[in-house]
Nanobody, 120 residues
Framework: QVHLVESGGGLVQAGGSLRLSCAAS????????MGWVRRLAPGQERELVA????????NYADSVKGRFTISRDNAKNTVYLQMNSLKSEDTAVYYC?????????????WGRGTQVTVSS
């Protein structure tokens, strides 16, 4: 089993910054990708925010390009999301995920989420 623990959420004013962290532990085979998704409101679908692959390729939602940066510390199995120039529309629960590959199968694991609230 793999566990993901997010941290770094909170309340910030518009224009401010936050850094989210997600540490993975447990029986990890080979990480293919780690990333962040968010749910803007209860009942809404989660949307991709950013992802980083094992080859360090990154992809971002258009709404966060130029403001958010995803990075990884492979030694710590940790992914970070640096969020700058935050807007009220970034308010959401942010979830970390990990895509693992072992014995020919892909596995996905999710964190429990961390609330980010941006006040205008």
């Amino acid at each position: 089993q793999v566990h993901l623990v997010e941290s770094g959420g909170g309340l910030v004013q518009a224009g401010g910054s936050l850094r989210l962290s997600c540490a993975a532990s447990g029986s990890i085979f080979s990480i293919k990708a780690m990333g962040w998704v968010r749910r803007l409101a209860p009942g809404q679908e989660r949307e991709l925010v950013a992802v980083i692959t094992s080859g360090d390729s990154t992809n971002y939602a258009d709404s966060v390009k130029g403001r958010f940066t995803i990075s990884r510390d492979n030694a710590k199995n940790t992914v970070y999301l640096q969020m700058n120039s935050l807007k009220s529309e970034d308010t959401a629960v942010y979830y970390c995920y990990l895509k693992d590959n072992g014995m020919g199968y892909d596995y996905e694991y999710w964190g429990r989420g961390t609330q980010v609230t941006v006040s205008s």
